[in-house]
């Protein structure tokens, strides 16, 4: 072994040059080039501590890939020659180097494989520079074999205790608004992005200043991971993607959807829309939420696995607790996952509320306190999340996320595919449907990849408030193309549907009683017996002569004397008036602000109506957005005090008031 090691000890490395030109690797063991043809285009290679080969040409660019190894049946450590074969050659080829074979690399590196699995075995059981010395047999030999780079003795001594970075597994990140999306390739996990130069990069970390980001391995995910055979596999899917359209995907998806689904046409067009909007859900300030309601055996479980099988990496979740969601969402980044929720019946009686309540704004986070560090944790709750239940929530406890979910009624169907089948398919025909899944679902990944930085074009929509919160990023994200008519139809008859049930509130039938109730009591000034008894008839409901505190109604269920009040007192500010009788409660109200609460609960004129255009630019603002602007500009008014004040008067004059 002491003769093989020698043979490795050939002087490749360039002495005019500064060692750490080299990245300042660990301890590193260096290989010989051999082959003559090699040597013309590389300066050297060597392998760290950390699997990684590392290769120089001659030209200084620098290439780093992993050597997969193994351990057998003996605990030794055998290189998997095939998988690293597979790395080193995309990492040349995503570096677009020209010239160097890659073929005579790896037989170079075969040649010598039994000294690299004896460092590698080194370094895995050993701490520190001089154990690996140690194992590695004579003095002299590792001497000259294993150096580190860059670094005094006294360094070389300390080796091995230094905290390494923190490492984490992430599911996407962004780098300088380049996304990364981790994927299985060969089984393996990578993250996979397309560069500046439209290039696809494929790499297995992320190396930031404090930690080091990696994918996750297939074991790790806790939904069916993007995988692809081959990295020729992965390419041919991006070469694809980047003829297509959003009308192409649209009209694909919309197709599979209408087969295993049975609805009403716009509810079809909306679910296709949804499914492809998650694919870009990181790159809007606000998403929908959208609950699907009715009983059993009508389909809710099926809209819940459509979303699983096709949607942006979508995990469907039974009965869901908080502490799931956080584990999945994490706190790398926003935006990690689709979240179905099934069986959400108690979704207003558990602490799923403040999940669902932040988590539909970007870059909202909830702090807990893990008990036990003690210490205060963020997580990321934003993502588009498709809940599935036999009731709507109590609108007493959710109308915070009532108002931001389009609430879809289903029915019962026979659709033409049983998508439980195919997601384990027993049959030839299921087995080609799942292929053909599996297809759309890499595809749209692989158009997230070459569309993440397409500009998000600002439009009007002719819609205000929160209705224009739910529909502006789907109308956004779809603008320009032939579907948006479509797409703009579902949404208005699913934003009057929402206006109806809106019309028909609680709170609607309250202020309608209190408004009515100010012909007498001109004052705004009502004893409270009125209104409750008013309710009962408004209602067609029902008080127990034994509960006189409860209120039976056929649409809004039980209500209670003392949530109903506090609801008036909340929502409508409702007062305690200011001389108080001592055998009437009463509630004071502003008329003119009751009367403007009852017009926002009123339904509209008319049906909704979608009408997107460009948002013409401020003349005043017409310079390009990414121009620079200095502190000193920002902030330098000029003279624009005096002509703000000149403003003001003219205005003030003009009023009649100076």
């Given amino acids: 072994m002491s003769e093989i090691l020698k043979d490795l000890v050939k002087e490749d490395i360039d002495d005019d040059k500064n060692l750490e030109e080299y990245e300042n690797p660990n301890v590193v063991f260096r290989a010989p080039l051999i082959d003559s043809s090699l040597e ?33 049946q003996s605990d030794e450590i055998k ?52 154990s690996v010395v140690d194992y590695i047999c004579t003095p002299k030999i590792s001497e000259m074999a294993i150096t580190r780079f860059g670094e005094s003795d006294d360094q070389l001594n300390n080796y091995g205790k230094t905290d390494p970075k923190r490492e984490f597994s992430t599911y996407k990140y962004t780098v300088n608004n380049q996304i990364y999306e981790a994927v299985l390739i060969e089984g393996l996990p990578y993250f996979i992005t397309i560069n500046g130069k439209g290039q696809l990069e494929i790499v297995d970390k992320i190396v930031e200043e404090t930690r080091i980001l990696k994918p996750p391995f297939k074991e790790d995910y806790i939904y069916q991971p993007i995988a692809f055979e081959s990295i020729e596999e992965l390419e041919s899917y991006i070469e694809t993607a980047r003829h297509l359209t959003f009308d192409d995907l649209f009209r694909k998806i919309r197709k599979y959807v209408s087969r295993f689904i049975v609805h009403h046409e716009h509810v079809l067009d909306y679910i296709s829309a949804l499914i492809i909007f998650t694919y870009f859900q990181d790159k809007f300030p606000t998403v929908p939420y959208t609950m699907f309601v009715s009983d059993n055996g009508s389909g809710k479980s099926t809209i819940g696995d459509m979303f699983e099988v096709i949607a942006y990496r979508c995990v469907n979740m039974t009965d869901p607790t908080t502490a799931n969601v956080y584990r999945i969402l994490g706190n790398i980044e926003t935006g990690q996952c689709t979240l179905v929720f099934d069986e959400v019946d108690k979704i207003d009686q558990s602490d799923m509320m403040s999940v669902i309540k932040s988590g539909y704004e970007k870059n909202k986070i909830i702090t807990r306190t893990n008990t036990n560090s003690g210490k205060q944790e963020h997580f990321h709750a934003y993502g588009v999340k498709v809940m599935l239940g036999e009731r709507t929530p109590d609108p007493s406890r959710a109308k915070g996320v009532l108002d931001r979910t389009f609430i879809i009624s289903n029915f019962k169907g026979k659709p033409e595919l049983d998508i439980k089948e195919i997601k384990n398919p027993e049959n030839k025909v299921h087995i080609r449907t799942a292929k053909e899944l599996d297809t759309i679902r890499k595809t749209l990944m692989a158009y997230r990849l070459i569309h993440f930085n397409d500009e998000i074009i600002n439009i009007e929509t002719g819609l205000e408030g929160r209705d224009k919160e739910l529909s502006k990023p789907i109308l956004q994200r779809f603008y320009g193309t032939k579907c948006l008519q479509d797409i703009e139809n579902a949404l208005e008859k699913l934003l009057n549907e929402k206006h109806d049930r809106k019309a028909h509130s609680l ?43 409860q209120l039976e109604t056929e649409v809004h269920g039980t209500l209670y004397k003392t949530s109903f009040s506090k609801m008036l007192r909340d929502k409508f500010g409702a007062k305690d008036p200011s001389t108080r009788e001592a055998n009437t409660r009463s509630l004071a109200f502003d008329i003119d602000k009751t009367m403007k609460y009852l017009e926002s609960y009123t339904k509209e004129n008319g049906p909704t109506q979608i009408e997107c ?27 624009s005090t005096k002509d703000y004040r000149h403003e003001a008067e003219k205005i003030m004059a003009d009023m009649g008031l100076i």
Wanted: net charge negative; aromatic share 10%; with cysteine.
């Fill in 613 to 639: 255009s460009l948002v013409k630019s401020d003349s005043s603002d017409s310079s390009d957005s990414s121009s620079e602007c200095s502190v000193e500009k920002f902030w330098d008014s000029g003279s």
């Fill in 507 to 549: 709170e609607r039938d309250a202020l309608e009683v209190i408004v009515k109730l100010f012909e007498e009591y001109q004052d705004g000034v009502i004893p409270f017996s009125e209104i409750w008894y008013s309710m009962e008839v408004k209602t067609n409901g029902h008080i127990n002569e034994y509960k006189r505190h």
């Fill in 79 to 130: 290189v998997d020659w095939s998988k690293t074969g597979e790395d080193i050659r995309v990492t040349i080829r995503n570096s677009g180097a020209s010239g160097i074979n890659t073929e005579k690399l790896l037989a170079v590196l075969k040649k010598i494989e039994e000294p690299i699995e004896l460092f590698m075995s080194a370094i895995s059981n050993k701490i520190g520079l001089d």
């Fill in 40 to 72: 013309k285009t590389l300066t050297t290679m060597f392998i760290t501590t950390e699997s990684e080969l590392c290769i120089v040409d001659n030209k200084g660019n620098k290439f780093r890939s992993k050597i997969v190894w193994y351990k057998n």
